[in-house]
């Protein structure tokens, strides 16, 4: 089946810095990849939905000069915490839709813990 | 009241047994319904996918969506220790590839 790579898989930074999430389709062409965030215990709350060569679109509640968003190219989009903070600690998920498929499911990367001291 | 209300769990049930997953919503728009298994700090995999009402079996699971009630649920059967994980329902208005609202999630566990 089709594979979503995320990188990394656990990042820890200090606060004031920069973390960049890779999120890559590796067999399959995405034009919309979804960044999702998960907190213990709680569900995935969707953050924006990122479209190739477009501005991504932003949830209610989610800074977009926060969380930068880049889909240069088909099969890769990142997602830029920018000035981390403690409470940006959290379980970050990019998905992706196959581009050829219609109603198909969505394919899931790994995830990325991040942890700001 | 939030669009996806889920039973909050834990869940714990001996090997074998048969296991209810359940989910409602308020959102009459919703379409497209899934059931996904998600391990620890792990990516989320889509178990099972249904579009409108109905139901549908894949194996030992059973997935059955009630628009009228707005109530879906996951039959799990003869359940196995390799099903212990969380399960997320998920519901989206325009497709199964889509913008998907979850459920909080309920972490199962199936003793030997």
């Known amino acids: 089946g089709a594979v979503v790579s ?9 606060s004031g810095t920069s973390v960049k999430i890779e999120c890559r389709s590796l067999d399959f062409q995405a034009t919309t990849m979804f960044w999702y965030r998960q907190f213990p215990k709680k569900s995935l ?15 209610q509640g989610v800074e977009k000069d926060k969380f930068l968003i880049n889909h240069a190219s088909l099969t890769l989009s990142t997602l830029t915490v920018t ?8 379980f970050y998920i990019c998905s992706a839709r ?14 990325t813990q991040l942890s700001v001291l | ?21 359940n989910c409602t919503y308020s959102n009459s728009a919703f379409q497209y ?11 989320p995999e889509l ?9 549908k079996e894949d194996g030992r699971f059973t997935a059955q969506v ?21 399960y997320l329902c998920a519901m989206s208005v325009t497709g199964a590839n889509s913008k998907l609202t979850f459920g909080k999630g309920i972490t199962l566990s199936v003793r030997p």
């Open chain 2, 66 to 86: 009630d628009k009228s009630s707005k109530y879906i649920s996951l039959f799990i059967r003869d359940s196995q220790p390799s099903d212990s994980a969380t």
């Open chain 1, 6 to 14: 995320q990188h990394p898989s656990r990042v820890i930074c200090k």
């Open chain 1, 45 to 59: 709350m969707l953050m924006a939905t990122s479209n190739e060569g477009s501005k991504a679109t932003y949830e």
């Open chain 2, 1 to 21: 009241q939030k669009e996806v209300e889920q039973d909050p769990g834990p869940l714990s049930v001996p090997e074998g047994a048969i296991v209810s997953l």
């Open chain 2, 47 to 55: 178990l099972m996918y249904t579009y409108s009402s109905g139901n």
């Open chain 1, 98 to 111: 196959d581009q050829r498929a219609t109603n198909e499911k969505l394919f899931f990367g790994s995830g």
């Open chain 2, 33 to 43: 319904f899934m059931w996904y298994r998600q391990y620890s700090r792990k990516g």
């Open chain 1, 83 to 90: 000035s981390a903070h403690p409470e940006d600690s959290s």
